[in-house]
């Protein structure tokens, strides 16, 4: 039966079959596959296999680090919401919100700490959760482990510091699932922190060498685990964290690997970056990839830098004279005069002027070799063996009601290389005094002059006091923290906002 | 902003497509009614870009010049097969009735350079090794896939009742492996009715057809692998005082696998009228179409470590009335004219969204970063701006005092203080306008006498608001920037204005208000030109065909009271969250064409 429908095969069919084959032939030959990789990268499905992808998901921390701290996301609230700086007043009405207390919720700056510090925090929490599930080197896994759990707790001091009760997120963000995380307690954030800072000590290695040279080590975390509980202990006399960050202070200073540089221009030298005395820093590259620590901060229109002076913000006066005589740090860390390159004439600059471009500016992290605008070279000086130092002597002061021997020793090595008395014979309080102070000449610039108002709670007679250009601040009680950013509130239903805003 | 006659003179922007097209098919002819075909197109796309922004502007002077060129090259081909039947029963009953199977694929690939810090503006974009300061290249490629399986009957009863179902099942390769593929079918209906016998022939209607259409559409217009999270390259710097670029990789976006097809579904139903000999010609449609598995980039938690991700959210209504009317009136050799009117009602509606009742979206506007500025809310139309209610200005110390916003001084903007707790803040924000229009419609006319011709087209659209950023910077008088001239009339002691606030040196805070908001609706003359058409006489001693001189002028009048440069641009293009809103978007040019058509 079969033989005979073949034969009975008609002309039409004949076609429909070569028509059959053909279309399979192009079925075949043209069918494009839909699952298409993308072709410049991986994705999260094949990444995360090698101690390769393990290194370089690590180095991308630093990355976040790089960005946060090139700019004025952490600087320009230390510097013009504290008593240290007032913003070009012409500028971005944002930072100038920010002097004068005129805080929203839609505040940029703001917006930016926050989301900032959240995109590192989700780096480490890759590392966190991936790292670990790859086959390599138990010491270098460690090590990356280490680094992640330094640089989570560094975003989340900077949030705590800066919020209060913030929500915390210690997993890796892989769907959209649970993504409103209510506020956690300031306290349990700082548990955390600290948690993480211990098992990094432990993890981190002392020293690294050729272009690991700038990755986060045991006397970093141990060093900001110290600065840490010097915070956590407020200004509450009794609290227990203060013998607490004394002994870490300690241990640092006990593993003999920082010192001081003998003169303070040293400190900022390009040649001496991850030099003796720096715990922690943030590098750059002149010209390549650096920051605006040049040009932002030139006097304004000035030529004496790539592209001219931004004079993004300059020294207020109740800074600037607070220095005693002879203090060898002024000369460094300020700009008083130049020579301009068109005319040749010696401009003075002066802290009064309201001329921006006459504004006395902070120089210390100036980079002379840089000849492109936005890309100077020095590094941002996050922790310093200083900062262990008077940390040191503060904690002292306080968990022994009254300086000890060791605290007038630490405290003086810093006033000694300023080329100042040392001082002597001070009780609780005029030491404490003397710490605030000689804080906020050494640190100026580097990103610590509102933590510290705000921990000691100093900030609102700080802030009422230094008023010149009108400043005016709004301040109160309540602006310690920050608005929570409002572009947070609306994506995210479990968040309140901090009182006040 | 920049000057704009600077951004014309001082900026050299030339961007050259080549394109080549080539479509070849084969058909078999199985039977009489059964057809196969086969086609094969491929499309090859070059595109060059060359920038140059000099020393003389902003743009280009932070950098002593600024230069970068790029190029693209793509291949897409397109493969469609289809099987067509095609028979005509009884002599009234015509069917076709098709299967189909279609492929296509995109494979593009791109490459960028680009240098700043030249010695002098001369050589443009055309020597970027002249610039001391190489910027890093960039290259990419990317790939892209579609296949669709469709089937379609047509059938068509004695010329007077048209039926036609269609399914089609389409896979992207742009959606996550979970949904890939979409299923689309649809149905319409059409019915002549002046073919039915019981139509006068003679009637003063001339023509008549009734149509109804209903199905479902797919939408993939998204951009390629949005479902995936790549790694991403971080530049980091590691190696102390020699330090150096050491690369990491991060996941660039929160992975997606279920990202899918968004799909509309839409019901139509319209009628075609010509009356009196198609003197008068008419059209009326009702549509209403429902988008569900909306394409959307949502703002997520920073906490999550990313702004937003791309989802299938919610469900949106459109639906409204279109009508369009013609005519035709009077003769050449004395005088005719043609008008054709179309107006368009339009409503739409937010059903869901995904699970919370309302949220804010929009991101920032350049330096102005003016971001969350439109609202979606269930059961709210589209297009809602989102901000505090303007509510004239303070006059006074006392009025400030008196006031809930104890830091703004005589001059400053007053905001209504929505939810009455003595403090502004952005609880007190509401919907302050809408960027989509009431109606809007075209009128265009054309007068013939004789060999003269004469056409104005207007186009309109009414009940809009625009959102002008532009205005944070033309009223915030911080000396930095070119100024709106309504600044003349703002505040001061001895001018009490209630609408324009005070100089601030500072140029206070960009909060959005209905201070930023303006009336969007215009009438504008299009077209305007008028023609003479030389008579057959004159052409046929040339030996010619036609010969027709013309002077046209577009845009050249704009009714309205927006003061931005130009009410019909939106910065954000199309999109339909995003409608109405303009920051010195490039306005439509004003053009006077002077034109000669000779047909040989």
Same mark, same amino acid.
């Given at each position: ?17 070569? /028509? ?44 976040? /680090? ?31 919100? /920010? ?30 959760? *991936? ?20 640089? *989570? ?76 509980? /010097? ?152 922790? *310093? ?31 000694? *290389? ?84 | ?600």
């Amino acid at each position: 039966m079969k033989m005979s429908i073949n034969h009975k095969i008609s002309w039409p069919w004949k076609k429909i079959s070569i /028509l059959l084959w053909m279309l399979c032939c192009l079925a075949n030959a043209c069918a494009p596959d839909l699952d298409l990789n993308q072709l410049g990268a991986k994705s999260v499905n094949t990444y995360y296999q090698t101690p390769d992808d393990a290194n370089a998901a690590t180095i991308a921390l630093y990355g976040q /680090l790089r960005a946060i701290y090139r700019d004025e996301t952490i600087n320009t609230p230390n510097s013009v919401s504290s008593d240290d700086a007032i913003p070009f007043l012409t500028g971005n009405a944002d930072r100038l919100a /920010l002097w004068n207390y005129n805080l929203t919720s839609q505040n940029t700056f703001v917006a930016d700490i926050w989301a900032n510090a959240y995109t590192g925090i989700q780096r480490s929490n890759v590392v966190l959760n *991936r790292v670990p599930k790859i086959q390599m080197d138990e010491q270098l896994k460690n090590q990356y482990l280490g680094e992640a759990q330094f640089l *989570r707790a560094l975003h989340y001091f900077n949030l705590v510091r800066f919020f209060g009760d913030v929500p915390l997120v210690l997993d890796e963000t892989l769907s959209l699932e649970n993504s409103e995380v209510p506020r956690t307690s300031a306290s349990a954030v700082y548990d955390q922190i600290v948690d993480d800072l211990k098992n990094a000590s432990d993890f981190l290695p002392n020293s690294y060498s050729g272009s690991d040279v700038g990755r986060a080590t045991k006397g970093a975390a141990l060093g900001l685990l110290a600065k840490v509980l /010097l915070t956590r202990a407020g200004s509450d006399a009794a609290s227990p964290y203060w013998a607490q960050a004394a002994n870490t202070a300690k241990e640092v200073i006990d593993m003999n690997t920082y010192a001081l540089w003998d003169d303070y221009s040293q400190v900022f030298e390009l040649a001496n970056r991850c030099g003796k005395e720096s715990l922690f820093e943030v590098l750059y590259i002149t010209d390549l990839s650096g920051n605006n620590f040049t040009t932002g901060y030139a006097p304004r229109g000035s030529s004496i830098v790539p592209g001219t002076g931004s004079g993004i913000y300059r020294v207020s006066s109740s800074l600037f004279n607070s220095y005693e005589n002879g203090d060898r740090r002024k000369a460094v860390t300020f700009l008083t005069s130049y020579t301009s390159p068109t005319s040749g004439e010696i401009v003075q600059l002066s802290v009064d002027n309201t001329d921006p471009a006459l504004a006395v500016s902070f120089w210390k992290m100036a980079d002379l070799t840089s000849t492109v605008a936005g890309q100077s070279g020095k590094s941002f000086p996050y922790l *310093r063996y200083s900062d262990i130092l008077l940390i040191y002597a503060e904690a002292l002061n306080e968990s022994n009601n009254g300086p000890t021997a060791e605290a007038f020793i630490a405290i003086n090595k810093l006033r000694q *290389r300023a080329g100042l008395d040392p001082i002597q014979n001070l009780n609780k309080a005029k030491f404490r005094e003397a710490i605030m102070k000689e804080r906020r000449l050494e640190f100026c610039f580097e990103g610590n002059r509102w933590f510290d108002l705000v921990r000691t709670g100093k900030l609102l007679e700080a802030v009422k006091t230094e008023n010149s250009f009108s400043r005016n601040a709004t301040i109160q009680g309540f602006n310690r923290y920050l608005p929570i950013p409002q572009r947070e509130i609306d994506a995210n239903s479990a968040l309140t906002q901090n009182t006040g805003y | 902003m920049d000057n704009p006659l600077g951004i014309a003179k001082e900026v050299t922007d030339i961007y050259r497509v080549i394109r080549l097209l080539s479509n070849t098919y084969a058909e078999i002819k199985i039977t009489d009614d059964l057809l196969f075909r086969t086609t094969f197109g491929a499309n090859l796309i070059n595109t060059k870009s060359n920038y140059y922004a000099s020393r003389l502007i902003s743009l280009g002077a932070n950098t002593n010049g600024s230069a970068s060129v790029s190029s693209t090259q793509s291949v897409d081909w397109l493969n469609e097969n289809t099987l067509t039947y095609k028979h005509l029963f009884s002599e009234k009953h015509d069917l076709t009735a098709l299967l189909g199977y279609t492929t296509q694929s995109s494979h593009s690939e791109s490459v960028g350079a680009s240098a700043i810090n030249f010695n002098d503006d001369y050589a443009l974009y055309n020597n970027l090794g002249g610039g001391a300061t190489l910027q890093t290249p960039s290259s990419g490629a990317v790939d892209w896939a579609l296949i669709s399986f469709l089937a379609r009957v047509n059938y068509s009863y004695d010329s007077r009742y048209l039926l036609t179902l269609t399914a089609r099942s389409d896979g992207s390769s742009r959606f996550g492996p979970n949904n890939k593929y979409g299923f689309f079918p649809s149905g319409a209906f059409a019915w002549r009715i002046s073919n039915e016998p019981f139509f006068h022939k003679n009637s003063w209607i001339s023509d008549a057809k009734l149509r109804i259409s209903y199905g479902l559409t797919g939408n993939q217009s998204i951009s390629d692998y949005a479902y995936l999270s790549t790694i991403a390259q971080s530049t980091a710097i590691l190696g102390g005082s020699n330090p150096i670029i050491r690369l990491g990789g991060v996941p660039a976006i929160i992975s997606n696998l279920d990202l899918g097809w968004e799909s509309n579904r839409q019901l139509d139903v319209g009628t075609d009228v010509s009356l009196l000999n198609n003197y008068l010609r008419l059209t009326i449609d009702y549509y209403s179409k429902i988008t569900s598995n909306l394409l959307f980039s949502v703002n997520v938690p920073q906490t999550t470590g990313y702004s937003s991700s791309l989802r299938n959210i919610g469900k949106i209504k459109n639906s409204g009335f279109e009508l369009t009317l013609g005519t035709t009136i009077g003769d050449k050799n004395k005088l005719q004219w043609s008008g054709d009117f179309n107006i368009a009602f339009n409503t739409n509606k937010v059903l869901r969204l995904d699970g919370r009742s309302e949220y804010l979206t929009g991101s920032g506007v350049g330096h102005l970063q003016v971001s969350n500025t439109v609202q979606l809310k269930v059961g709210e139309p589209l297009g809602n701006f989102y901000g505090r209610e303007f509510d004239g200005i303070f006059q006074s110390e006392e009025e400030v005092a008196a006031s809930s916003q104890p830091n703004a001084q005589p001059g400053d903007i007053r905001y209504k203080d929505l939810d009455g707790n003595n403090a502004i803040n952005d609880n007190d924000r509401n919907i302050i306008g809408n960027g989509y229009p009431d109606f809007f419609g075209g009128f265009n006319n054309t007068f013939r006498y004789k060999n003269f011709d004469f056409n104005i087209f207007m186009q309109g659209s009414y009940g809009n608001d625009i959102l002008n950023f532009g205005r944070f910077d033309l009223y915030n008088l911080n000396g930095n920037n070119n100024q709106s001239v309504d600044v003349l009339k703002r505040w001061t002691v001895t001018n009490p204005s209630n609408e324009i606030p005070r100089a601030n040196a500072s140029g206070g805070q960009r909060i959005l208000s209905n201070f930023q908001v303006e009336n969007g609706s215009y009438l504008r003359f299009k077209n305007i030109s008028f023609g003479y058409e030389f008579p057959k006489s004159f052409i046929s001693k040339i030996q010619g065909r036609s010969i027709r001189v013309y002077v046209a002028a577009q845009n050249m009048f704009t009714i309205t009271s927006y003061k931005g440069y130009d009410p019909e641009v939106s910065r954000f293009g199309t999109t339909s969250i995003s409608q109405g809103m303009d920051y010195g978007g490039y306005p439509a040019s004003k053009t006077i064409l002077v034109g000669l058509n000779i047909g040989l």
